[in-house]
């Protein structure tokens, strides 16, 4: 199914108030203590503890936030316009607007698993049918995303964003480190799952960036960073 936002009203564009680094970003506190900070960080920087979390949730937003908002997707896609995220290299390869909604589409999936309590894979056909060609790309990722600006993806990680967030805040350290015992490769906390999310994001913002230097009338860049 296209994801096209004439005929996805889930995916409609909005103004995003205000980010997520506002959330995110942390002031460590001694390393005596594990509170809080009182007041809302202004150091993108320092990770720790955050307000309205528990203190390894809150630790762990930080380090997921720094990802996204300082040297992730966001920054590696920042100048590419609509043809740059269409761009196919050959028959096999993902489009960068695919890769993007393939992010949301997994941190997606893993909020209805943690979250949720469901198990893999056992979402709505309506859930599978929206979401499904980004979470396995391939020849449906390929025929159905594209024809969207930069925005609509932003858009679209920030809603999936936000949600994360807002189920963080509802959960403690018990529940993070608490292990799924029928997880495929074995016993696997949901601090482990989040992880995964937070790597995985940065594995796909690496390949996002050598897409980006190799595209058609990219200029040659000899920088090592994104």
């Not at 995985?200 to 690496?206: D, I, K, S």
Request: charge should be neutral; charged fraction near 25%; hydrophobic fraction near 40%.
């Amino acid at each position: 199914m296209s994801l096209k936002e004439s005929t996805s009203p889930f995916f409609a564009r909005r103004s995003f108030l205000g980010g997520t680094a506002a959330l995110a970003v942390a002031t460590l506190t001694p390393a005596a203590s594990f509170a809080a900070p009182d007041k809302a960080p202004t150091v993108p920087n320092m990770l720790g503890p955050l307000p309205g979390y528990s203190p390894q949730i809150g630790t762990f937003v930080s380090q997921l936030t720094w990802m996204r908002e300082v040297n992730g997707v966001l920054r590696a896609t920042e100048k590419l316009k609509q043809a740059d995220l269409d761009h196919l290299f050959d028959k096999n390869a993902n489009s960068i607007g695919a890769l993007m909604l393939h992010l949301a589409a997994t941190e997606t999936y893993y909020q209805m698993n943690t979250f949720d309590g469901m198990k893999w894979d056992s979402w709505s056909e309506d859930v599978k049918k929206k979401w499904d060609p980004a979470m396995n790309l391939g020849d449906e990722g390929r025929s159905t995303i594209k024809g969207h600006d930069r925005q609509y993806y932003v858009d679209i990680l920030h809603e999936v964003r936000e949600k994360t967030l807002a189920e963080f805040k509802k959960k403690d350290d018990a529940w993070f480190l608490a292990a799924d015992k029928g997880w495929p490769w074995g016993p696997t906390n949901n601090l482990c799952k989040w992880f995964h999310v937070c790597e995985h994001e940065a594995h796909h913002t690496g390949q996002i960036a050598l897409l980006s230097k190799r595209l058609p009338g990219a200029k040659s860049d000899s920088g090592s960073g994104v």
